[in-house]
């Protein structure tokens, strides 16, 4: 038996701070989502909620990713797993200390109407592409400063689940020998576990 896709997520805030500022910025990203880990198309994606807290001047960045509840910030009717729609909000200070009680950020809850002083920009994009703050593209994946570009292995060992015949052929689209090759493999399976 195995695991096919692993979740990961921060168990606490992250602390980051700007020497030449002062500036302290408590982060929680959103979770990561692997999957394709034994079988399958390899693959990862970015999921739910993240939010970057900035005590000194109460700006508090909230962003969902994916498929999320409506908030503070309006979203398309329909998010898909690679959209995200967020903003930039000035706070009541008081906020912060219901962040810093929040033992874990999976506890916090995320903004509520009545937190926000102001509302400084909006973000939407996607979170491998374009991001736009109040429709301006800030960061492109194609003309950015840093365009992103996938990365192969050099080497792959033989016995990586990219070879199998059912990824192969799924990749090059020929769904019906891909299905006929997965059923092939999962009978050799089954028949070799009556063996044991």
């Known amino acids: 038996m195995g695991i096919n896709t692993v979740y990961s997520y921060l168990c606490h805030w992250v602390l980051a701070r700007v020497k030449a500022s002062g500036s302290e910025y408590f982060i929680k990203l959103p979770d990561i989502e692997f999957g394709g880990l034994l079988y399958g198309e390899r693959n ?73 002083i102001e509302t400084c920009c909006l973000i939407t994009g996607k979170w491998y592409g374009d991001i ?40 090059w689209k020929n769904f019906e020998v891909s299905n006929r090759e997965k059923e092939r493999l999962e009978n050799l399976q089954r028949n070799d576990r009556k063996l044991r």
């Not at 909000?89 to 912060?96: A, N």
């Not at 080497?155 to 799924?170: C, G, H, N, Q």
Request: aromatic share 14%; hydrophobic share 35%.
């Open 132 to 171: 736009f703050f109040d429709n301006v593209c800030y960061k492109s994946k194609k003309e950015g400063p840093f365009p992103m570009r996938a990365e192969r292995l050099k080497y792959v060992l033989p016995s990586d689940s990219i070879w199998r015949e059912d990824v192969i052929y799924k990749i």
């Open 44 to 116: 990862y994606r970015v999921t739910n909620r993240g939010f970057i807290f900035e005590r000194k001047s109460s700006l508090f960045c909230e962003f969902s990713i994916g498929k999320d509840k409506k908030r503070v910030y309006e979203v398309k009717p329909k998010m898909k797993f690679a959209d995200l729609a967020g903003g930039i909000f000035r706070v009541k200070p008081d906020l912060g200390e219901k962040v810093m009680g929040c033992p874990k950020p999976k506890s916090f809850e995320g903004l509520k109407p009545e937190h926000i």
